[in-house]
Structures are given as structure tokens and as C-alpha cells.
């Protein structure tokens, strides 16, 4: 059974960072898509970036240029980098993996992490 176990949210002002991480254990991790999805209050989940497990990667529109996926397999985990936050980045940014990378990219992966709160104060 996976477990993904996020980690890194916090409070923070307009235009700062932070770095969000997710770790993962129960089968092995190098053969599973990792996906980052949020939602904030009122609003559906949706999907911000994914990293494929031969390396290639997805981002949202709405948070390219300014977010980064990235996956250290010795360490079987998954990170997500957030530059220039926004207050509209506020949200429970959650972890997703699956070893199709399509169920990923639609939000329909097997695995969910509990979530982790983010918040962008202007």
C-alpha cells in the first residue's frame, strides 16, 4: 500500500516561497507518475503540476514560470517548488501518485496524501 505524507506548508507573504514536499513509501517509487493538485475553499481541486516516472513533466497554466516539480528517487520523494506566491495560491496543496501518469494528470490516481496548507497573505 502507498503512503505520501506531505510536508512544507506554511504562511506566507505575497511574492515569497516555499517548498512543498511529499514523501512516499510502500512500493517503489521510481516506477509511479507524482502529481501536485490544490484546492481552496469553495473551489474544486485542480491540478497544478505532475513528474512523470521517465522524467517528463506538467504544469498548469495558471502557476507555470513560477512553480517546479522535481523527484529525488533515492529519497523517494517529490518537491515542489513555489516562487512568487500569490494569494490566489492559497489553498491544501495535496499529493497524488499512480503508476499511470494519465489517472494523474485527471486527478483520478490510486494514492492521496492528507494535504498541506498553504497560505498567501497580500
Known amino acids: 500500500q502507498v503512503q505520501l505524507v506531505e510536508s512544507g506548508g506554511g504562511l506566507v507573504q505575497a511574492g515569497g516561497s516555499l517548498r512543498l514536499s511529499c514523501a512516499f513509501s510502500?512500493?517503489?517509487?521510481?516506477?509511479?507518475?507524482m502529481g501536485w493538485f490544490r484546492q481552496a475553499p469553495g473551489k474544486e481541486r485542480e491540478f497544478v503540476a505532475a513528474?512523470?516516472?521517465?522524467?517528463?513533466?506538467n504544469y498548469a497554466d495558471s502557476i507555470k514560470g513560477r512553480f517546479t516539480i522535481s523527484r529525488d528517487n533515492a529519497k523517494n520523494t517529490v518537491y515542489l517548488q513555489m516562487n512568487s506566491l500569490k494569494p490566489e495560491d492559497t489553498a491544501v496543496y495535496y499529493c497524488?501518485?499512480?503508476?499511470?501518469?494519465?489517472?494523474?494528470?485527471?486527478?483520478?490516481?490510486?494514492?492521496w496524501g492528507q494535504g498541506t496548507q498553504v497560505t498567501v497573505s497580500s
Open positions: 513528474h512523470n516516472w521517465y522524467s517528463s513533466t
Open positions: 510502500g512500493r517503489t517509487f521510481s516506477s509511479y507518475t
Open positions: 497524488a501518485a499512480d503508476t499511470s501518469a494519465r489517472a494523474v494528470l485527471r486527478g483520478t490516481g490510486a494514492y
